[in-house]
């Protein structure tokens, strides 16, 4: 009898997993060829004259259709490269894609995944690290309570840049402008102190800042052990080393600005306005640990995260003014708005902002055209999924072709034209937040950026004075060069030189 009981069972969960075969979706992306033993596809991806992945990944879409997998060592990844499935991705199946995949750049610079836009999501640290900078810096309260700051900081930029002209026309490498510019304002934000044209050591400063551009330029690289583990001992190439060796100048620096902060004795218990955000995390932190991470770890972790969005304002704004260089009648429309609204006898205010649509739309085509970050950061699924009909297995990565997405001739007559009068016509109710799916440069769902916000407002009032302030022109008179380099920014890969000279009265720049 016992037989047959274990029979009749072993016979129903038989069928019933048969069932579930049948019932499955088995469906799978296409994968192009050319695969080679153990690396997969990784030289695909980097292959041709210019090895640039966004580029390589859109003419295997044209072949394969906008979603294929490719094979990246033991990594299994999924490529998309269209607005509707990125929609089904980032809408339906949200909750499977949060999740960061461990990538040796996050562990061996970002404070073993600490780092949180690379930590695992879903996690307590998570919630709780990003909850943190939300509402002690990044929440729109917190920025109107500092917006004194960045106001003060591109004021005294542009101040410091007349004050630099000696008359006739003078010569400025912007990409680097831009960078002090910011990086200035955030860590007036962050610890209290700028680097550079005034404050703390600025050779130490330089490095820091080099080490942050390192940090992104590895954050957006595969190296061997990410493709395949078992061989990332032999670290071809160095990378782990760099890594290990800029993570070290760079968490010397944090260390020594928080145990500098601790001295301070500014602990009250609770954060006020004149606090800083490396102050308000030691007094929320007070001592605790989150999964593992002690509040030093939490605290460094999290400010190299807030101090790293330098970067994506820096591209943002190099590009743009690069695209207004080859663009003059863009760029003077731009101008005329600014007189309009402005005038000629002050600088731009954040009040003013609003009233400068043009601008705006400008910048919403810069970043349709050069988001900072081209392919963003890859996600991993956390649970079987159905994407565009395919069977999507767990532990898949995620890839997203924002170059591919934001040109696709369906959604953007000319896409390869620079028309910022697309923003006030045709696409002028897209949005760059995350909401409209074929304009994602700050990424979509629930780990999108979380710095949204400031970002736009120094791009916006960054930009607004710089026209506003001085005439722009290219030394040579020859259309700038657009080249965009490797790396999890889209950073151009060339210097940025203009000849600028006023267009106000110098009363404006005192």
């Not at 001992?233 to 760079?250: C, N, Q, S, V």
């Not at 102050?279 to 790293?308: H, Q, V």
């Not at 004075?465 to 999890?488: C, K, Q, R, W, Y």
Request: hydrophobic share 40%; glycine share 8%; proline share 5%.
């Amino acid at each position: 009898m016992d037989s047959i009981v274990l029979g009749l069972f072993t016979f129903l969960l038989f069928l019933y997993y048969l069932m579930r075969k049948l019932r499955a979706p088995t469906l799978q992306a296409p994968q192009p060829r050319g695969a080679w033993p153990i690396i997969g596809h990784l030289q695909v991806i980097s292959a041709g004259s210019n090895g640039l992945p966004h580029l390589n990944l859109a003419n295997l879409a044209d072949k394969y259709g906008p979603i294929f997998t490719l094979r990246i060592g033991i990594r299994n990844v999924l490529v998309v490269s269209n607005s509707e499935i990125t929609k089904e991705i980032f809408t339906t199946n949200d909750s499977s894609v949060i999740f960061r995949p461990a990538l040796v750049s996050a562990k061996l610079m970002g404070y073993n995944y600490a780092f949180f836009p690379f930590t695992p999501a879903g996690t307590s640290y998570w919630r709780e690290t990003r909850k943190i900078s939300n509402s002690e810096l990044l929440s729109n309260q917190r920025l109107e309570l500092r917006k004194h700051i960045r106001n003060q900081e591109i004021e005294f930029s542009i101040k410091a840049l007349y004050q630099s002209w000696k008359g006739g026309r003078k010569i400025v490498e912007m990409k680097q402008w831009f960078s002090d510019l910011n990086m200035n304002a955030l860590l007036r934000m962050i610890i209290g102190e700028k680097y550079f044209g005034g404050g703390g050591d600025e050779s130490e400063g330089r490095r820091f800042q080099a080490g942050v551009t390192v940090l992104f330029q590895y954050l957006g690289t595969l190296v061997l052990r990410d493709a395949v583990p078992y061989l990332g001992w032999m670290d071809i190439g160095g990378h782990e080393k760099i890594m290990k060796r800029t993570f070290k100048e760079l968490d010397d620096v944090l260390e020594k600005w928080l145990q500098q902060h601790k001295q301070k004795g500014n602990l009250l218990g609770e954060t006020t306005d004149e606090n800083d955000f490396m102050d308000a995390m030691i007094s929320i932190l007070d001592g605790k640990c989150i999964e593992g991470y002690d509040a030093d770890t939490i605290n460094k972790a999290t400010c190299l995260s807030m101090i790293a969005g330098n970067e994506t304002v820096t591209v943002a704004l190099t590009w743009a003014l690069s695209l207004l260089l080859n663009n003059q009648q863009v760029l003077k429309k731009a101008q005329e708005e600014l007189e309009k609204y402005v005038g000629k006898e002050r600088l731009v205010n954040d009040t003013d902002i609003h009233n400068l649509v043009y601008l705006q739309a400008i910048v919403k085509e810069t970043l349709r055209l050069h988001p900072p970050a081209i392919i963003p950061g890859p996600r991993q699924f956390t649970q079987d999924c159905t994407i565009s009909g395919y069977h999507v297995p767990k532990g898949t990565w995620l890839m997203i072709n924002l170059w591919k997405i934001h040109r696709d001739p369906n959604v953007w007559p000319v896409p390869m034209d620079f028309k910022p009068e697309r923003f006030l016509t045709s696409h002028k109710d897209i949005d760059v937040r995350g909401h409209n799916f074929e304009l994602l440069p700050f990424g979509g769902g629930r780990r999108a950026c979380p710095a949204i916000s400031f970002g736009l407002q120094m791009m916006h009032l960054t930009l607004a004075n710089l026209l506003h302030a001085f005439e722009i022109s290219s030394p040579t008179n020859a259309p700038v060069d657009m080249s965009a380099g490797v790396g999890l920014t889209n950073m151009k890969t060339t210097p940025l030189e203009v000849l600028i000279s006023p267009r106000l009265p110098p009363y404006c720049y005192e």
